[in-house]
């Protein structure tokens, strides 16, 4: 913030050399504010990338996807609490054989 | 321009040897003057705000993890006096046996270990008194996460304060250096926290889950504690499948098995095959698969050296297979290229199988990693 600060004080006096012909001193006062500036917005950008500021989190929930262990019968739903990998789910709706938990894994919804 | 000269000189500014530059000028000075005599320390002191912002955040964690801790065991406590015994238990420490006299060590370490297992699970049991063994488990591996958040923090705390006394810069370079990781690894056991919590599967039972898919539909059997095994068919050999006992939150026992089925069952197996999640370097990708040779098992070592031990005893190849992933995502729920990495594993075992036993032959297959969400 601070060399933020003498770069612009810098920059403004470089406006006021120019407007009194003095294109010597004005060109280093702008060389230096230009530079300071530059160097403050960096440091900036690096500070604001800090860990503990508020960030993006994606929002994510889990799905289960359940299979049929002999036909091609497979559905995702919404995770419910008590699933797990190779639970075992009830009956295929296509050939009526048995149905497993195959994997239990975070979706992406969104981002907050 | 001309107008703009005029209120310029009204104010004092322009010219030779205007005011405002001699005040700029002075204190330009005086500030490169006080950067060259005390800029490590004004440093310091800035990488110790920015430091403080990560133990707040850490401590905010640690209360997290806490609370859950609290929230889940009231579930299964009749008892009042939880949360003091849970604050006693979150402080449990082990002393790692002296390395003066290295003959005999491991055995050391594992007792120790397994002492320090014994006594969490008997408090865990006696205050959860409604809960069943599969919530015992997570239980314990929620107390163990929230032991882990309170050392991180304590650690962290300790080199924070320990720089904020000393001003000393290179303590707080260092502390400000591993801040990213440390984070990193607060962030996935606080993500690690809800899949205990809800039994879900989490990356690091990657190979668990390939093992459970090789025994599924088999009969299973207790073979050492928290650890069973089924004999299965592949390929026309015969295949005994060891995991941790799932779905509640085990590692099992993986050494005592396979010693079991070797020297007290008499098994030759033509190979021992272990199946892990290992960590990936930054660029590559997330379920990648590798082989190798080795004892794929994590820890302390204590479980490798046993397996390895018994390998060498009776000159069974040691092959490895892992599944990559980041530190982060062994310990959160299981992600989608997780799942592909355990079917692309399946099949490298198969290839493994069909190479290296003779049909007819037979062989071992553990599947190593905390099994929570996974039966088998």
């Not at chain 1, 504010?33 to 604001?48: E, I």
């Not at chain 2, 882990?148 to 502390?175: A, C, N, P």
């Not at chain 2, 995991?243 to 070797?262: S, T, Y």
Request: glycine share 10%.
């Amino acid at each position: 913030m601070i060399i933020l600060l003498f770069s612009i004080l810098f920059l403004i006096q470089a406006i006021q050399a120019y407007s009194f012909y003095q294109y010597e001193r004005g060109f280093s006062l702008l060389l230096t504010g230009v530079v300071g500036l530059a160097l403050s917005l960096y440091m900036l950008s690096v500070y604001m990338k800090r860990p503990g500021l508020i960030r993006r989190r994606e929002l994510r929930k889990m799905v289960t996807v359940v299979e049929c262990i002999s036909c091609d019968y497979r559905n995702k739903r919404e995770y419910s609490y008590g699933d797990y990998v190779l639970k075992e789910h009830g009956e295929c709706p296509v050939c009526g054989k048995k149905v497993v938990v195959t994997e239990i894994y975070p979706e992406v919804v969104g981002k907050k | 321009m001309l107008s703009i000269q005029l209120v310029l000189s009204e104010i004092g500014v322009g010219g030779e040897g205007d005011n405002i530059s001699t005040v700029l000028q002075i204190v330009f000075l005086t500030f490169f003057i006080v950067m060259m005599t005390y800029g490590q320390k004004i440093q310091a002191w800035m990488m110790l705000k920015n430091i403080s912002l990560s133990v707040e955040r850490l401590r905010r964690m640690r209360d997290e993890a806490r609370i859950h801790a609290v929230r889940y065991l009231k579930e299964y406590s009749d008892r009042s006096d939880v949360e003091p015994i849970l604050d006693r238990i979150l402080q449990y420490f082990w002393i790692q046996p002296t390395s003066l006299d290295p003959t005999g060590i491991v055995g050391k370490i594992e007792h120790i270990l397994n002492l320090r297992d014994e006594r969490i699970r008997e408090e865990v049991a006696a205050i959860a008194s409604k809960a069943n063994p599969i919530q015992i488990s997570n239980i314990e591996n929620v107390i163990e996460i929230g032991i882990s958040m309170d050392q991180i923090y304590r650690i962290v705390r300790h080199f924070y304060e320990f720089g904020k006394k000393t001003k000393s810069i290179f303590i707080v370079y260092q502390l400000e250096a591993q801040l990213p990781f440390i984070l990193q690894e607060a962030e996935a056991l606080m993500g690690a926290l809800t899949a205990f919590e809800n039994c879900q599967p989490i990356g690091d039972g990657a190979g668990a889950l390939v093992a459970a898919r090789f025994m599924y539909g088999a009969e299973k059997h207790r073979i050492a504690k928290d650890t069973v095994y089924a004999d299965v068919i592949i390929d026309g050999r015969t295949v005994s499948v060891i995991k941790a006992e799932g779905p509640g939150g085990n590692v099992g026992k993986p050494d005592q098995a396979i010693a079991r089925l070797i020297e007290e069952y008499g098994r030759r197996p033509s190979i021992i095959v272990m199946v892990d999640a290992a960590l990936k370097l930054e660029g590559e990708e997330t379920g990648e698969v590798a082989e190798g040779v080795g004892a794929a098992i994590g820890g302390i070592g204590v479980e490798k050296f046993r397996i390895e031990e018994v390998a060498k005893k009776y000159g069974i190849p040691l092959y490895a297979v892992v599944i990559k992933q980041s530190l982060k995502e062994a310990i959160s729920p299981m992600n989608r290229k997780i799942y592909d990495g355990v079917y692309e594993a399946i099949e490298r075992i198969k290839r493994i199988i069909r190479e290296k036993i003779p049909v007819g032959g037979y062989g071992i297959i553990v599947g190593v990693g905390n099994t929570v969400g996974i039966g088998q």
